[in-house]
């Protein structure tokens, strides 16, 4: 299967708790994107990286979630202290980099639904 | 902010046409998208139009863009039961390489 994989599935963590998930991109994909989505809402913007460099984070990204790609391969995001309402479907897209229609196009993982408790 | 704007439910009969409506903000937006979202899965990508074209045909789905009031439909021909899920409108402004969705449209098709 060569389309974007994201490990776990589900996490439920106590407040207060460090999460990471990871996400394996489509190997030949040089952008990756993180969102997280809230039940009832779209996809919201969290963070992107072209390779290893990470160009744009949202102000939705407080101080306590960081994300890494180390090797422009697979990346991480991790929470720390988390609260109740980090609660959410926290997907990840990756797409080619080049500036033509098939780099357009995003491709998404099952995402990992994280539940506070 | 950009914004983009649909309407949350939609039912249909199961045969008829569905037309899923959106409305954005950035009049700088290059790419728009239509993503479907099945319960508990990722966003599929369903079709997706350049800012340059006003028409897009693929199969049972058609795409219409009116950029001058930035209205996007997905009209989706002989609905089935399958085809119940979420449905995603984004677009993407130039110069960005990040899409901004909307809320989602819920598509409920019933016998």
């Known amino acids: 299967d060569t389309g974007v994989s994201q490990n776990p599935r589900h996490k439920i963590t106590k407040r207060g708790q460090n999460v990471t998930f990871r996400c394996d991109p489509i190997?030949?994909?040089?952008?990756l994107y993180w969102y997280r989505q809230t039940l009832g809402q779209g996809p919201e913007f969290l963070t992107y990286?072209?390779?290893?460099?990470?160009?744009?984070k949202s102000r939705l990204l407080s101080d306590r979630f960081s994300a890494e790609r180390p090797k422009g391969s697979f990346s991480t995001l991790e929470i720390q202290r988390t609260e109740q309402g980090d609660s959410a479907m926290y997907l990840c897209?990756?797409?080619?980099?080049?500036?033509?229609?098939?780099?357009?196009?995003?491709?998404f993982g099952s995402g990992t639904q994280l539940s506070v408790l | 902010g950009e914004d983009v704007e649909q309407s949350l439910f939609l039912s249909v009969r199961e045969g008829d046409s569905s037309v899923i409506n959106c409305t954005y903000t950035?009049?700088?937006?290059?790419?728009l998208y239509w993503y479907k979202q099945e319960p508990g899965a990722g966003l599929q990508l369903l079709t997706y139009?350049?800012?340059?074209?006003d028409m897009k045909q693929d199969q049972r789905l058609t795409v219409l863009l009116n950029k001058k009031d930035k209205h996007l439909s997905l009209r989706i021909a002989d609905t089935q039961t399958g085809d119940s899920a979420i449905y995603f409108c984004?677009?993407?402004?130039?110069?960005?390489?990040?899409?901004?969705f909307g809320r989602g449209t819920s598509l409920i098709v019933h016998p």
């Open positions: 897209a990756s797409s080619l980099d080049r500036d033509t229609p098939a780099g357009e196009k995003l491709f």
């Open positions: 190997s030949e994909h040089n952008r």
């Open positions: 990286f072209q390779n290893e460099a990470q160009l744009e």
């Open positions: 950035d009049s700088s937006s290059t790419y």
């Open positions: 139009i350049f800012s340059n074209m």
């Open positions: 984004a677009e993407k402004g130039g110069g960005s390489y990040i899409p901004t």
